[in-house]
DNA sequence: GCTTGAAAATGAACATTGTTCAAGAAGAAT
DNA sequence: ATTCTTCTTGAACAATGTTCATTTTCAAGC
């Protein structure tokens, strides 16, 4: 993305751009906080009922979002800030929101362990997801054939919620 | 990194840095190729006695290596090639074969399942214990906090590995 | 309708950085 | 010493983020 491309497509000056967005981080953070909000809405669209079911359904939505907007989730997770300015709080709420959906679910399926130990559990989940997605959809250094990421995605979250003690015949 | 400052530091001009590396990927993928390589070293040197032992010495080991080095993992990660030219092929198997240290012990764990299968698992868990981390040692949008991430990262390990039916005390 | 002052838009000019290449320096061969 | 090859240099160029004096817009007041 370049300031000059969006000032063209938009057909207003450079300054605009600038008068708009700060400077060229401003404009990469406003992209990032409609990615983030796009993938909230999208993790939230996933139904509620079954918790082992919804637990598979976040992976899969992440995987579908992950897979068609693949620049976009780079950008927010790679992005990094000119002159060491910190990360804007409210992004890495979003963020932090987006994680915690995985929360709930888990909580329902481990009644008995402490939260604040489920809440860590979903975070590792979370990032496990993440980084299987990140380096499956990388055309380069496959991980993992993509064709084969979905079941795999889900073979995955299979096995840990049974190291979990969580199987799904009960 | 510049070239104007690899140019400084090494007491000769601009055009001789091109000479030498051709462009700015060349410089780039230079430095991602000893990355890999220290990498894969510090992974092979983890003792292969007890299997389980050696897989949380590697994930260890690469939160080690991550922790010291975030930049040049972050460089051998999320570098793009100019004008879409592909990835250098050495470098990814370079890569494969940082993955495949996963493999053999998890072989020797799980002796009875489909060795293609194993592979994929164990691609599979590097991916996620590669994500874990990543996202761990961001400072901004901590999933997970980082000086719990040691403990946590091995309670992962074993969580997944029960998942596959590999207990501690056998 | 004209004046005026604030607000917004503009794009030329600047700074940084990757890249090229003609000119020069260094060295080897005869 | 001459010539040829190879290497080195750094000025100049291209792309791109950034600034800011100037211009335009426009609403308020008369």
Redesign the interface.
């Known amino acids: 993305m370049k300031v000059r491309d969006v000032a063209e497509a938009t057909g207003c000056s450079i300054g605009s751009v600038y008068n708009e967005f700060g400077d060229f981080d401003g404009l990469i953070l406003t992209v990032n906080r409609e990615t983030v909000q796009a993938l909230t809405a999208r993790l939230k669209a996933v139904p509620a009922g079954d918790p082992l079911r919804q637990l598979h359904g976040l992976a899969e939505a992440y995987l579908g979002f992950a897979t068609e907007h693949a620049n976009l989730l ?1 950008s927010l ?2 992005h990094r800030m000119e002159d060491d300015r ?2 804007p709080e409210d992004i ?1 709420a979003m ?2 929101d987006a ?1 915690a959906l995985m929360h709930a679910p888990l909580v329902r399926l481990l009644p008995d362990r402490d939260p604040d130990d489920v809440a ?1 559990l979903s ?2 989940m ?7 997605i ?3 959809l990388e ?3 496959v ?2 054939p993509p064709e ?1 990421l979905r079941e ?1 995605l889900a ?2 979250v ?7 003690g969580i199987t799904r015949d009960v």
């Open positions: 780079r997770f790679e910190p990360f890495l963020v932090m994680f860590l975070r590792m979370f990032s496990a997801v993440h980084g299987i990140s380096l499956g055309e380069r250094m991980a993992v084969k795999r073979q995955f299979d096995t840990h919620l049974a190291g979990l």
